[in-house]
């Protein structure tokens, strides 16, 4: 269905890779707007990723990734999700995903929602997060200060004959997550429900909701995001809910105010 809506112009597909093989990898090959996969992998060797993910994923996710490069034409990102317990695999992983000729490596902030509740005390420090900025600037060879890339809540990395630095900034209130049974989500690592896409509507839901009126106002933040001056920047507020159950509370992370 997705395929054939004109509205639709790309799809991803974000996966732990554990339930890939050769005959659903051939099968994914017939949906003309699905452009990449993004496979989940917390570490470049079976130590890290294992201690995060399960014993014997990162045998068999670094299989499946060898596999679907040779039988896919997909983009094929790894998806990193840093922590504390992971801080240091950086530059093995750009090793890693270069070894397996991948496209490229996203780099995101570990956000303690779900069952990620149990690290809670894994989640970075603001000078963890700027020393990993630099980290990054350094691998990618780009002339650009840390301070420079503040708004940007994770990074895209892509491997060619050139490495090329991506930076995301927060797309609230521009894109939504909405969940298998209808919940509305400012983001999908946001787990504040706006409504249901089924009983309420999505348009009428996010019209109608008092967080998306408040949510990027500094006069409403709370901490530094409200000291801040950066007019284009207001923390990551995924962050504050999942630590404090307030959406309004200072971006801990954030290394603009130290």
């Known amino acids: 269905m997705l395929d054939d809506a004109e509205v639709v112009q790309e799809m991803t597909i974000i996966t732990n890779g554990l339930s890939l093989d ?13 452009t990449a996969l993004k496979v989940s992998l917390e570490g470049a060797s079976a130590e890290t990723n294992d201690s995060i993910r399960g014993r014997g994923v990162f045998e068999r996710v670094t299989r499946m990734l060898r596999e679907l490069r040779e039988e896919s034409s997909f ?37 303690p929602e779900g069952k990620g509740k149990e690290m809670s005390g894994e ?16 691998l990618c060879g780009v002339d650009v200060e840390p301070m420079e890339l ?24 521009e894109a939504f997550c909405i969940m298998p049974d209808g919940t509305i989500l400012p983001c ?31 006069s409403f933040l709370e901490g530094k995001c409200k000291r801040c001056s950066r007019a284009d920047c ?25």
């Open 22 to 34: 050769r005959e659903i990898i051939r099968k994914l090959g017939v949906y003309k707007k699905l």
């Open 75 to 111: 983009k094929i990102l790894i998806m990193f999700t840093v922590s504390k317990k992971n801080l240091s695999e950086l530059e093995g992983m750009f090793t890693l995903g270069q070894d397996l000729h991948l496209d490229g490596l996203m780099i995101e902030r570990f956000i």
């Open 123 to 138: 989640i970075l420090s603001s000078q963890d997060w700027k020393n990993l900025v630099q980290r990054v600037i350094s």
């Open 150 to 173: 503040v708004p940007y809540r994770a990074f895209l990395v892509e491997f060619g004959q050139e490495v090329e630095l991506w930076g995301a900034p927060c797309n609230l209130k």
């Open 188 to 218: 999908r690592r946001f787990l504040y429900p706006l409504g249901n896409i089924i009983t309420d509507g999505l348009f009428r839901s996010i019209e109608n909701s008092s967080l998306l009126k408040r949510v990027t106002g500094k």
């Open 234 to 258: 207001f923390g990551c507020r995924a962050l504050g809910y999942a630590l404090f159950r307030n959406p309004f509370a200072e971006d801990i992370q954030c290394f603009m105010l130290d």
